[in-house]
C-alpha cells in the first residue's frame, strides 16, 4: 500500500511493510530527489523482499527508539546496502552506530524534505518521532498510536504527556505512521472510556471492516487521534467526567488513563 501525499511539492511516497508479530516499517521516498528512507526496521529480511520488489536501494535506516523490533534489521541493511543510519544523538550509546546523531528541537534533511526531530519521552527516553513538515507526515514511533500510546518503559506520565501534547499541535492533517498495528484492541479499550463518543463509534466499526480483511489500520491523523483517541483526550471535559475526574490535571488524567489500559 502506497501513500502518495502529491498535493504537496514535498511529495513523500511511504509504503507499509508488516515485520515480525505486529510491528510495521515503512519504505520512504522523497519524490523530488529520489532518496529512500527505511524506517523502524525491526527485522531486515521483510523488508529487503520489500525493497527488492520496489527496485530501490535506501540512502537511510530512520530510528525512532532503541528497542529491538525498531533497530534489529539496521545494521544489516546500513551494511548491505551501504545506507547511512539516523536516530537520537541523546540515545546513541543505546542504538546502533549513527551517522546522523539528531538532536531533537532541530530540523534535520531528507533529500528535499525538512524534518522536524521531536523529542517524545515516555516510551523510552530517547524516543525521538520525525516529521515531515512540508508532506505532513509524522512517524510517531511507539509514542503515539492509532486510538492510543506506548507503555511507560522508562519516562513518567507527564512525560507521555507533555510528549503526546507536541504531536498533538501538529497540523490536523498530517498522517500519522505508528509502530504497530494495535489499533483493535485499542479501539476496544477506547470503548471503555468513551462509549458514547460518537467519532469513536464510527471508527470503531471501521477499523474492525478493515481489520476483518486484514487491511492495515494505518495511517491515522492528527486530527482523528483528536477524535477517538482516549490518551491524547485526557484534556477533555468529557473525557474527565468519565473517569469521574472532573477538575483534575490533565495530565493526572493521562496518568489514570494509561493506568487503566495496563491493568485491562
Ligand atoms: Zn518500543
Known sequence: ????????????????????????????????????????????????????????????????????????????????????????KADAARLPKLDAALIAGEDWSFGAQIVEIIDTPGHTVGHIAYHFEGAKVLFSGDTLFAMGCGRLFEG??????????KLAALPPETSVYCGHEYTLSNAAFAKTIEP???ALIDRVAEVEALRGEGLPTIPTTIGRELATNPFIRAFEPAVKNALNLPG????????????????A
Open 1 to 88: 500500500m502506497t501513500t502518495h501525499n502529491a498535493d504537496s511539492a514535498a511529495a513523500l511516497e511511504v509504503e507499509l511493510v508488516p515485520i515480525l508479530q505486529d510491528n510495521y516499517a515503512y519504505v520512504i521516498t522523497d519524490v523530488e530527489t529520489g532518496t529512500v528512507g527505511v524506517v523502524d526496521p525491526g527485522e531486515a529480511s521483510a523488508i529487503e523482499a520489500a525493497l527488492r520488489d520496489m527496485d530501490l536501494t535506501p540512502d537511510w535506516i530512520l530510528l525512532t527508539h532503541h528497542h529491538h523490533d525498531h533497530i534489529n534489521g539496521a545494521a544489516r541493511l546500513a551494511e548491505s546496502y551501504g545506507a547511512k543510519i539516523a536516530g537520537a
Open 248 to 263: 483534575a490535571d490533565d495530565a493526572a488524567v493521562f496518568a489514570q488513563i494509561r493506568r487503566r489500559k495496563d491493568e
Open 196 to 198: 458514547n463518543n460518537p
Open 156 to 165: 513518567t506520565a507527564l512525560q507521555m504527556w507533555q510528549s503526546l501534547r
